[in-house]
């Protein structure tokens, strides 16, 4: 089975750096959350291991910037074709680390991955003539920053390493990715895949400790740190590179409204709502975390979306009949276990769900809240579980008030038959993303980021490829 041959013995026993494989003095194991086993181990970088990283990426810099976009493209193909062949195996480990299912999630994030790395690549950042006169010849143009830096989350491994490493390399760049401790699995595949195809030093995936992160967002070899990630850490990141002076792209934590006019077609969207809420086992940054149902439809919503969860299966992930699969990691588990006992310590009632019965592996149920108050943790926290509020409303103006009413602005979105009013109300929503209809669609030239504490800057588009540069502006007299 391809699994246990993938981590059969000493799988991922060192870090490439440069064109050397190096042994560091100490690994950590990976636990596969179905199990709450380990099921590898892999290196601990140590700052030396960073210093021999950032050494090897800016010396590997002034050729990689040099090639023209064309031939980045062609080596960033090559690199999507490496994933592509490795695609049954990147699906095993993703599984096997973050506990998405096999046969759906993981199969699908591989996939979705070697899409974006070939449609970044197609992408062209294009210099521009801003004056032609006969006095002036004024010329802007983007230069590549450096050593890109590129820290990760556990919730989507290879997607967000994709969303970060695809434009930092097309753009001229250089990178160092570090994925989370949790989740290093498929990031140290790639970094096997990438030695095919990219000369030593491009990129580099260094595994380790949290603090890795940190020695790399204070590193003066490190031009700029690309951190997804929560509020609390983004905050951090961004102190540490004030010293600097990094270049900063933070993706950060949400709590994502979604609103449900009367007028919905609620066989049509209460799927979408669904996995809207509960994808990925509610982990993740745009995921449906508080959803306002209209007091006109409340019952009908609620009953459907009930009859809805009930046939959805959530098992260990290499099970092909598991639909969700558990939480990523203990810390997390232990973080919407408290959750689900407030919820309990305040008579709050769990339509569904809301009890765990306990291990093996980080599994909460499916779990429904019926309207509980505005107040309360479970809708003021990102559970980054599957724990979904539903909270009635009855007047517009309020229910915007009350989706507002969060110092995160990462997503939300509005559903309901009338577009032009969805369209107006999703207006006066404070996100840097609302969907009307429709949830968690990405696209690589639609620019991503969030308003309030949900994030600086974005990533995809014309702006996140930007966000990987300097611009020049060359002047010539006449
Ligand atoms: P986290 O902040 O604990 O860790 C994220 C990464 O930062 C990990 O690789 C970690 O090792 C590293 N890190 C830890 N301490 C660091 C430090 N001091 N300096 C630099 N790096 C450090 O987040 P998490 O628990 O792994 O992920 C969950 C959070 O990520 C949620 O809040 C979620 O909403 C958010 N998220 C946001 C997006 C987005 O695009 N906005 C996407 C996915 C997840």
């Known amino acids: 089975m391809p699994v246990s041959r993938a981590l059969s013995g000493d799988r991922f026993p060192t870090l490439r750096l440069g064109d050397e494989h190096v042994r560091t003095m100490r690994s950590r194991p990976v636990i596969n959350p179905a199990t709450g086993a380990a099921c590898a181990s892999v290196p601990v970088a140590e700052p030396a291991h960073l210093d021999a990283a950032v050494a090897a990426a800016r010396s590997a810099l002034p050729a990689w910037r040099a090639l023209s976009w064309d031939e980045r493209q062609a080596r960033l193909d090559g690199l999507a074709e490496r994933m592509a062949q490795a695609r049954d195996e990147l699906a095993d480990l993703l599984t096997l680390e973050q506990g998405k299912p096999r ?49 990760v989350p556990w919730n989507f491994p290879l997607c967000l390493a994709l969303w970060k490493l695809a434009p930092a390399l097309i753009t001229g760049n250089t990178a160092i990715l570090k994925p989370s401790p949790y989740t290093p699995l498929t990031a140290l595949r790639l970094a096997e895949l990438a030695a095919d195809v990219l000369p030593p030093g491009v990129l580099t995936v260094l595994t380790g400790d949290d603090e890795l992160g940190r020695w790399m967002v204070d590193h003066p070899g490190i031009a700029k740190i690309s951190f997804t990630g929560s509020v609390a850490t983004g905050r951090r990141v961004m102190a540490g590179a004030a010293a600097g002076l990094k ?12 609103i449900v006019l009367p007028d919905a077609d609620l066989d049509a969207i ?68 408290d959750l689900l006992a407030d919820c309990a310590a305040r008579g709050q009632r769990f339509a569904l769900g809301g009890r765990v019965v306990g291990g093996p592996g980080y599994f909460v149920p499916v779990t429904i809240v019926d309207n509980p108050s505005d107040d309360s943790p479970v809708v003021r926290e990102e559970a980054f579980g599957p724990v979904l509020p539903v909270l009635r409303y009855d007047d517009f103006d309020d229910v915007v008030r009350r989706a507002n009413d969060t110092e995160y602005g ?60 300097d611009i020049r502006i060359r002047m010539t007299s006449r």
């Open 103 to 151: 046969h759906s999630a993981a199969a699908a994030e591989v996939d979705y991955a070697i899409g974006w790395l070939r449609d970044v690549a197609r992408r062209r950042l294009v210099d521009e003539v801003l004056e032609d006169t006969p006095r002036h010849l004024v010329e802007k143009s983007h230069v590549p920053l450096g050593v890109a830096g590129l820290i």
């Open 247 to 258: 270049r900063l792209t933070l993706e950060l934590g949400g709590n994502d409204p979604a």
């Open 270 to 337: 209460v799927p979408s709502l669904f996995w809207g809420a509960f994808g990925n086992s509610g982990q993740w940054c745009v995921g449906i975390k508080r959803l306002y149902v209209h007091d006109d439809i409340y019952p009908r919503l609620f009953d459907r979306l009930l009859a809805y969860a009930r046939g959805v299966h959530m098992g260990d992930g290499m099970d092909p009949a598991s639909q969700l699969g558990p939480l990523q990691n203990a810390r997390q588990y232990a973080k919407v276990l």
């Open 410 to 469: 990462l997503g939300a979105s509005v559903w309901g038959r009338d577009r032009a009013f969805a369209r107006m109300l999703a207006g006066r929503l404070e996100a840097g993303t609302v969907w009307i209809n429709e949830v968690y669609v990405h696209g690589v030239d639609f620019p991503f980021g969030g308003h309030k504490l949900s994030g600086l800057g974005v990533e995809h588009g014309a702006e996140g490829l930007a966000a990987y540069t």
